[in-house]
């Protein structure tokens, strides 16, 4: 396991250097960072297990995605559920960071704060902080999201139609408007709003945009968010050279990665490693632990090939048990048995040092469960993850059937209790990835995990 000493500021002279984490000789790198991961299709419960760290960091942050991600925080028999802040808002310890990575939708950002108000939330201007860098998710992105759904026809993807896609595409097309560019020359950011309206409105003739009304939203919004926005790679920098601990929480999945997911089927921005190190201008040499949250099953919201689903009485079981709706839109998760060449092959690309294994107790009743072990095309294993749909909706999986251990979970909170057929179910995993389980969860509540060391 990477270390987690943290490096005193006196080591670096308090200096600001040019390069905060230079060269070979600094202390900096001295991994202080601790990333949490979705290792399948979303969904594993990243934000219960971000949640319970959070208890130990001082800073939570987003860094890709948007309002698409839903994350729950169950504490004391109370749920949350959160989109674009990151789930360790709750804790009045930690400050909360919303990366450059991240898009932002600023109606549904005031929506959720708003909503967590009523749940009891305090005190959250003093804790949120807001990338200056991050882009703007426009009402004209989801409907452009929503426009692109209907025009792909059988042939969609699925999305939250939470404007994701277009609005990465703004992005990387630079048209897009950044939380900057609002805080600026009202003139300036006008000009860019109109821009992309009539830009999206030559593509899209039947786009509906009162662009007068949007401007004023936007300026009452701009005096809204003021405070809470700054240049948070510098504040970062900053607060790591200081000893400040670091919980970055990742959104969406591996699987789900615009690169390394099953694409077209994915999201649009990087849910893995690399977008942790993009997503908040963080260099690898301050990443310590990777956490990679996995479902002790499989689930999948949207289209896309799923090797491992279970389209009968189990699948329906895992569903309901598991309670598998979508947070931000409600649509039925599809549900299949663990697919342990899919975590494989997400290991590979985060480097997970260890593995948060959630929702056994959701197994409970099984007398027999099954875990995907190898994927055959032509009747040959093959020893790589297909990146095409194609050859991925042919893959014919190898299981090992395991016998369940039929008995409620729940309440256990130490391995020792835990019935020996679970015990050999984490092991199987274990032993196939050679990463270690660190936590168990055999609940949704923040007390129901097993911590193994
Ligand atoms: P998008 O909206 O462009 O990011 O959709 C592209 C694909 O990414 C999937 N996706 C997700 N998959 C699992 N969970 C997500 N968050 C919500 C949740 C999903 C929901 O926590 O349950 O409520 O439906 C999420 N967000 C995006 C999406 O299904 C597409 O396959
Ligand atoms: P995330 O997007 O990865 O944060 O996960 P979601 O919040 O979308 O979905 C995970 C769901 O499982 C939530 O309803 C959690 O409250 C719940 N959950 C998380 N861990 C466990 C667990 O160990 N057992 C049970 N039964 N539920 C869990
Ligand atoms: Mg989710």
């Not at 699925?158 to 950044?178: D, E, L, Q, V």
């Not at 003739?205 to 790679?233: F, G, M």
């Not at 409970?364 to 009747?379: F, H, M, P, Q, R």
């Not at 984490?426 to 509540?445: S, T, Y």
């Amino acid at each position: 396991m990477a270390s987690t000493a943290v490096p005193k500021h006196t080591e670096l002279n308090g200096e600001m250097s040019s390069c905060v984490f230079p060269c070979k000789k600094s202390k900096m790198g001295n991994n202080t960072v601790t990333v949490v991961l979705g290792a399948q299709w979303g969904d594993e419960g990243k934000g219960k297990l971000v949640d319970l760290l959070a208890v130990n960091s001082d800073i939570v942050c987003r860094c890709q995605g948007g309002n698409n991600a839903g994350h729950t925080v169950v504490v004391d028999g109370k749920e949350f559920d959160f989109h674009l802040l990151p789930s360790g808002i709750i804790n009045k310890k930690c400050k909360s960071v919303i990366g450059n990575g991240v898009v932002i939708h600023l109606p549904g950002l005031f929506e959720e704060l708003k909503k967590n108000e009523l749940k009891g939330m305090q005190d959250w201007q003093d804790r949120l902080i807001i990338s200056d860098r991050a882009h703007l998710v426009l009402d004209l992105h989801q409907q452009v999201d929503g426009l692109q759904e209907a025009e792909k026809g059988k042939n969609s993807l699925g999305t939250t139609k939470k404007g994701i896609g277009p609005t990465y595409s703004s992005k990387a097309s630079r048209n897009g408007i950044r939380i900057g560019d609002l805080l600026g020359d009202f003139n300036l950011f006008e000009e860019k709003f109109r821009t992309i309206a009539e830009s999206y409105k030559r593509m899209f003739p039947s786009l509906e945009v009162d662009v007068d009304a949007e401007l004023a939203r936007y300026k009452e919004y701009a005096d809204k968010i003021r405070p809470l926005v700054r240049d948070t790679v510098s504040y970062l920098h900053h607060e790591i050279r200081s000893g400040k601990k670091v919980l970055v929480e990742g959104a969406n999945a591996a699987m789900l990665d615009i690169d390394f997911g099953t694409y077209p089927y994915v999201t649009s921005s990087n849910c893995s490693i690399g977008g942790v190190c993009t997503g908040l201008g963080l260099p690898p040499n301050v990443i310590g632990e990777v956490l990679g949250v996995v479902k002790a099953y499989t689930t999948r919201v949207g289209d896309g090939p799923f090797p491992t689903e279970l389209i009968d009485e189990t699948g329906k079981l895992l569903q309901e048990r598991g309670h598998e709706v979508g947070v931000t839109t409600k649509r039925v998760r599809r549900c299949g048995w663990l697919d342990l060449i899919v975590v494989r092959y997400t290991a590979m690309v985060n480097g997970y040092t260890a593995l948060c294994l959630t929702k056994m107790d959701i197994l409970d009743t099984l007398s027999e469960i099954k875990i995907g072990v190898a994927y055959k095309l032509n009747g040959k294993i093959i020893d790589y993850f297909p990146s095409s749909m194609t050859e991925l909706s042919n893959v014919e999986v190898e299981y090992v059937t395991v016998p369940g251990w039929a008995c409620n979970t729940e309440n256990v909170r130490d391995m020792e209790n835990l019935p020996s057929q679970a015990i050999d179910y984490v092991k199987i995993i274990e032993k196939f990835l050679g990463i270690p389980v660190k936590f168990i969860g055999v609940g949704p509540g923040r007390d129901s995990i097993i911590n193994t060391v």
